[in-house]
Nanobody
């Protein structure tokens, strides 16, 4: 059974940093793991994804250069380092996992689309104040 548990959210001032963690269980290496967020009144948005096929990281333009996704397979944990946070980054942040057969490659948009992911954590709140 796949389980994902996020942690590391909190309150931070604009310009600050946070590192989110996603502890995964029940996964093999054939899972892509992504980070998403949802702000009040907005649709869930894909931010970054660690692609299992080649270990590459993919990013949405909105966070490229500020957020970094990393994956520690030995610890079954995926991290999202968020720097230079802005008020508009305030949201509930989720990690999600999707089985991708080894050697399969999809477009960046695929890996950042919430509807492609089957397994979700409960979310962690990030609030950025000015």
């Amino acid at each position: 059974q796949v389980q994902l548990v996020e942690s590391g959210g909190g309150n931070v001032q604009a310009g600050g940093s946070l590192r989110l963690s996603c502890a995964a269980s029940g996964l093999t290496l054939d899972y892509a793991i992504g980070w998403f967020r949802q702000a009040p009144g907005k649709e869930r948005e894909g931010l970054a994804c660690s692609r299992n096929s080649d270990g590459s990281a993919l990013y949405a333009d909105s966070v490229k250069g500020r957020f970094t996704i990393s994956r520690d397979n030995a610890k079954n944990t995926v991290y999202l380092q968020m720097n230079n946070l802005k008020r508009e980054d305030t949201a509930v942040y989720y990690c999600a996992a999707e089985y991708i057969p080894s050697g399969t490659y999809y477009s960046t948009n695929y890996y950042l689309a919430p509807n492609q992911f089957d397994y979700w954590g409960q979310g962690t709140q990030v609030t950025v104040s000015s």
